[in-house]
């Protein structure tokens, strides 16, 4: 399976931004589609966006929809998410994760569609 690091977190008053690098091992991951969950504490992993493996189609959840966006470098094997205008509700670990399978476009991603994921990086957003 790929192997990935995330990197970028931090602390950040609300309204700023941060982002997020998500770093693969081997040279496959742009066979892969990718995307970041999140967990807050006591909370469930969440979906927060996704990215095909041709960059072709991003998806997005409400709660983070015209303030992440998501975009990769397969040349670089890196995963970036870009977060702006960041609430306290986002504070949570994001974690990256890569597609089971290769080459598969879909919607409606969940965490089971996801066979390789990262240990997560801190994002806090204080008020």
């Known amino acids: 399976q790929v192997q990935l690091v995330e990197s970028g977190g931090g602390l950040v008053q609300a309204g700023g931004s941060l982002r997020l690098s998500c770093a693969a091992s081997?040279?496959?991951?742009?066979?892969?589609?990718m995307a970041w969950f999140r967990q807050a504490p006591g909370k469930e992993r969440e979906f927060a966006a996704a990215i095909t493996w041709n960059a072709n189609s991003k998806y997005y959840a409400d709660s983070v929809k015209g303030r992440f966006t998501i975009s990769r470098d397969n040349d670089k094997n890196t995963m970036f998410l870009q977060m702006d205008s960041l609430k306290p509700e986002d504070t949570a670990v994001y974690y990256c994760?890569?597609?089971?399978?290769?080459?598969?476009?879909?919607?409606?991603?969940?965490?089971?569609?996801?066979?390789?994921w990262g240990q997560g990086t801190q994002v806090t957003v204080s008020s």
């Open positions: 994760a890569a597609d089971t399978v290769q080459f598969r476009s879909k919607s409606n991603w969940q965490k089971s569609d996801f066979g390789s």
């Open positions: 081997g040279r496959t991951m742009f066979k892969h589609s």
